[in-house]
């Protein structure tokens, strides 16, 4: 079946700018996260969803940054007035998240974010 | 809070050396724990996982992993490597009480020459 998809894969903003960034997840999958990857870093945790609900934004950075999914599906970060700083790979990650089970996270190839 | 910490940044080997990337976490409760491989130019794909049972965890491409708990490792070891495994690996870790989100570490980018 059709894995984790994410669009743009790469987007190039000046700063100041607000962009958008999709994420569709697996059919099917109650749970979805938003991770951002960093040059020569580790991911780091920003957002998660359970359905349309964000029980856990404690990784955005700032007020600038903010998430929705509605539908149970489809999900859009949203960085308003980019900053330098924010560039880095945006990715997308879905899982099933049965209540008390463990959970396998599948990520998506990513949005490539470049500030000028 | 948990964390991960992968101790080589960077590894250069040889075809056919073995190879061992090591993992450490800090968190108290039951962990899950997870290696990830990321090829050039690919995205994050699932190299193995650890949730229960057994603690020496076989994943793909000849890849395994020995859970320690008292010692809160997760290892990912392959006899043999080759020029194909060149990626970076993430180890990362979930608890069932945390929402599961991931922690990972920085990442260990493996270089095999031919």
């Known amino acids: 079946g059709a894995g984790v998809s994410q669009s743009p894969s790469n987007k190039v903003t000046e700063k100041g700018k607000d962009v958008e960034l999709r994420c569709d997840p697996i059919s099917g999958h109650t749970a979805l996260y938003w991770y951002r990857q960093s040059l020569g870093q580790g991911l780091e945790f920003l957002i998660y969803f359970q359905g349309n609900s964000a029980p856990d934004k404690s990784g955005l950075p700032s007020d600038r940054f903010s998430a929705e999914r509605t539908g149970g599906s489809v999900s859009t970060l949203t960085i308003q007035r980019t900053q330098q700083e924010d560039s880095a790979v945006y990715l997308c990650?879905?899982?099933?998240?049965?209540?008390?089970?463990?959970?396998?996270?599948?990520f998506g190839p990513g949005t490539r974010l470049t500030v000028l | 809070a948990q964390s991960v910490s992968q101790h080589n940044h960077h590894v250069i080997l040889s075809e056919a050396a073995s190879l061992e990337l090591g993992c450490n976490y800090s968190y108290g409760g039951t962990v899950n724990l997870f290696w990830y491989v990321q090829y050039p130019g690919q995205h994050l794909q699932l190299l193995l996982k650890y949730f229960s049972g057994d603690p020496l965890v076989k994943g793909i491409k000849g890849f395994e992993a020995e859970f320690i708990k008292s010692k809160f490792s997760f290892n990912l070891r392959k006899p043999s490597v080759q020029w194909s495994d060149t990626a970076e690996y993430f180890c990362a870790v979930t608890s069932n009480t945390n929402a599961g989100k991931s922690t990972f570490g920085d990442g260990t980018t493996l270089t095999v020459k031919p």
């Open positions: 990650a879905s899982s099933q998240r049965l209540a008390g089970a463990p959970d396998t996270q599948y």
